[in-house]
């Protein structure tokens, strides 16, 4: 069984940059293409960002310009660094698979609040 493990979130005024990590167990992380996803209360988790094995990266248009995903195959590890947050990017932020498979980790939580 995959397991994801996100990092890096907190509390961040508007304007404010914070970078997420995923540390996903799989012994061909290299080969899967990564996507971001994120839920806010009361919505459906939305899609936020996907790179591929080949680095190739693809974007929601809410964040593009302004986020960006990269991923470190010799660490297992899936990043987006966030730039320029607003308060509607408060969620929990969630990485998986793209398309997603059904384990979902425990995601972690961003609050943009001035």
């Known amino acids: 069984q995959v397991n994801f493990v996100e990092s890096g979130g907190g509390l961040v005024q508007p304007g404010g940059s914070l970078r997420l990590s995923c540390a996903v167990s799989?012994?061909?992380?290299?080969?899967?293409?990564l996507g971001w996803y994120r839920q806010a209360p009361g919505a459906q988790r939305e899609f936020i960002a996907t790179i591929t094995s080949g680095e190739k990266t693809n974007y929601a248009d809410f964040v593009k310009g302004r986020f960006t995903i990269s991923r470190d195959n010799a660490k297992n590890t899936v990043y987006l660094q966030m730039n320029s947050l607003k308060t509607e990017d408060t969620a929990v932020y969630y990485c998986?698979?793209?398309?997603?498979?059904?384990?979902w980790g425990q995601g972690t939580q961003v609050t943009v609040s001035s």
């Open positions: 998986n698979f793209s398309p997603p498979g059904t384990t």
């Open positions: 799989t012994s061909i992380f290299w080969y899967y293409t």
